[in-house]
């Protein structure tokens, strides 16, 4: 008796999660082929003017890259300045940033460094940086990161179309040799994929390695300040933010390949972690009701899952149940990896996408509840929300 009451209250749970999770799926994918049916935007004038912000800490391995991108950017020279925020760095990055303006006198350069303090994290450096900034558009990327010589152009060129309050492109990984990086890359495409798709109606996700808003937007919505009390989600709070006061057709997604930014995998197993529970703890100050729908849908069919998966140990019976429901995931969610993999020309990772599914269980659980209960360390600092 007791284990038919289990079988039909797992079978209830996962039937309407698992339905829920299906018409999200969905949705998402035909957005996002909506959305890379449009095409390329033709160039435009380039007289919108830029500034790009940088947050770093601790980059003195990686930091040049980005600056050597941007000096070679085919955007009009006296349009745009770049901004570097030195976030407490105990490294050479300030020296290494120095040293580069020093090299490249003809670009617009502004460079400050942050001192140590309770009010610490990259929101108190963006912030800061932003103060500085006179540019039209404030342009955000990461210090880790690389972009194509058409990144500024093709913003600009997408942001005439419609002048939206924020925009936010594609991001991707660039070192992914193991097997270990190369699921990390194809789980990290399904978040961006999912976050382009969502905002074709319903904006919710965005990554701070590629996001761009009018300075004036962001002045108005008193941007970061509220959200100071999380030294995560700079990027998605802004969002939230925007999207409440300006409405959801004020925030655009670009998908031209030519506006991706590259970042890196991480190498090992424990910084992986805490980057993702550093991600999941934002998610305690979300208030918007479309972010909270889209995470309790796809937390709970994940979890009734990897719970019937455990059960089943005990109750041979849940076995079956959690097989079917794995194989209609594993259908599920193949054809919007499928596009995004396409789309950036990595097909490759697609090799990999069974024993993601696999992995993808235990880790979301994890990562998701340690994010509402865990301490993480992020780049030298212990971090506590």
Not at 174 to 186: A, R, S
């Amino acid at each position: 008796m007791i284990r038919t009451i289990i079988d039909i209250l797992f079978i209830g749970i996962l039937a309407i999660s698992g339905f829920l999770y299906l018409v999200l799926i969905i949705e998402y994918t035909l957005n996002l082929r909506l959305l890379l049916k449009k095409g390329e935007v033709l160039p435009d004038d380039n007289t919108v003017t830029i500034s790009v912000i940088i947050a770093a800490r601790n980059e003195e391995n990686n930091i040049k890259i980005i600056l050597n991108d941007l000096v070679k950017q085919n955007y009009p020279i006296d349009k745009f300045e770049i901004i570097i925020i030195d976030d407490s760095s105990d490294d050479d990055t300030y020296n290494i940033v120095y040293d580069f303006i020093n090299d490249n006198g003809s670009h617009a350069f502004q460079l400050i460094k942050t001192e140590e303090k309770k009010n610490f994290g990259k929101k108190n450096a963006l912030t800061q940086g932003i103060a500085l900034a006179k540019g039209e558009l404030i342009v955000q990327t990461d210090a880790d990161c690389s972009v194509g010589p058409e990144w500024l152009s093709t913003i600009v060129n997408n942001f005439n179309q419609t002048k939206p309050k924020m925009m936010f492109g594609l991001v991707a990984y660039q070192n992914d040799k193991t097997i270990f990086e190369k699921l990390q890359h194809l789980e990290f495409l399904s978040l961006i994929a999912s976050g382009a798709a969502a905002a074709y109606t319903k904006p919710i996700l965005c990554n701070g390695a590629n996001l761009i808003y009018e300075r004036k937007a962001y002045q108005e919505v008193n941007a970061l300040g509220i959200d100071e009390i999380y030294a995560s989600g700079d990027d998605v709070f802004l969002l939230l933010r925007l999207k409440k006061h300006f409405g959801n057709e004020n925030i655009k997604v670009i998908t031209d390949i030519k506006a991706i930014v590259y970042t890196q995998a991480k190498e090992t197993l424990k910084e992986f972690i805490h980057q993702r529970i550093r991600w999941a703890s934002k998610s305690k100050g979300y208030k918007d009701w479309d972010i909270i729908k889209v995470t309790l849908i796809v937390f709970t069919f994940n979890i009734g899952l990897l719970l019937t998966l455990i059960l089943s140990i005990f109750l041979n019976s849940l076995f079956s149940l959690f097989l079917i429901f794995f194989i209609l995931k594993i259908i599920i969610d193949i054809p919007i990896l499928y596009i995004i993999c396409k789309h950036i020309q990595r097909r490759d990772l697609l090799k990999y996408y069974i024993l993601l599914q696999i992995v993808y269980l235990p880790y979301l659980c994890f990562t998701a509840t340690a994010g509402f209960t865990s301490k993480y360390s992020w780049k030298g600092r212990n971090i506590t929300n």
